[in-house]
């Protein structure tokens, strides 16, 4: 059963396995690595690119850092493609095409726009230990100036 309210700091950080270009990613038991995972509305609009550059920008100090990027949406495989050469992206997408584990995360929720209700992905940003548990989390995430914020505590993060 998905975590309505998302994992929380301290909480063991849900597996999964999900394609994205060049092959799979996966987070869970034995993959041993220190992981931001952000999650995004969709490839190709204003936010979510600004958000996707923001990441790449920084990609190699999240390197230096020992610490993995992915980003998740419910776009394809074929449309992360498409958005990785459009902009140049230096980040891993991944596509969670059905929605699982944005649910297990607890960022896909009821959203309003314009006064109609609809169902759609909460920017949302987790920060993950090497042991596979959740340090910090942003939630509804404000795009400018995000990415140093997790920067400085992925940096942080032993």
């Avoid at 949406?73 to 980040?91: C, R, T, W």
């Avoid at 100036?145 to 997790?150: E, L, N, Q």
Wanted: proline share 5%; with cysteine; net charge neutral.
């Amino acid at each position: 059963m998905p975590n309505l309210q998302g994992p929380k700091p301290g909480d063991a950080a849900p597996a999964f396995t999900l394609p994205a270009p060049g092959g799979e990613v996966a987070l869970g038991a034995g993959t041993g690595g220190k992981t931001v995972l952000y999650f995004y509305p969709r490839d190709d609009t204003p936010g979510c690119t600004t958000e996707a550059l923001d990441f790449t920008t920084e990609a190699a100090a999240f390197a230096a850092a020992g610490v993995t990027v992915i980003g998740v949406s419910k776009d394809s495989v074929q449309k992360h493609e498409k958005f990785i050469a459009k902009h140049g992206l230096g980040v891993v997408l991944a596509s969670d095409e059905h929605g699982t584990t944005a649910e297990n995360y607890g960022v896909w929720v009821e959203k309003n726009m314009y006064g109609k209700v609809h169902m759609g992905v909460e920017r949302a940003t987790f920060l993950i230990d090497a042991a596979g548990v959740v340090r910090q989390v942003w939630r509804k995430v404000k795009v400018k100036g995000h990415v140093a914020d997790v920067l400085r505590a992925a940096q942080a993060l032993d």
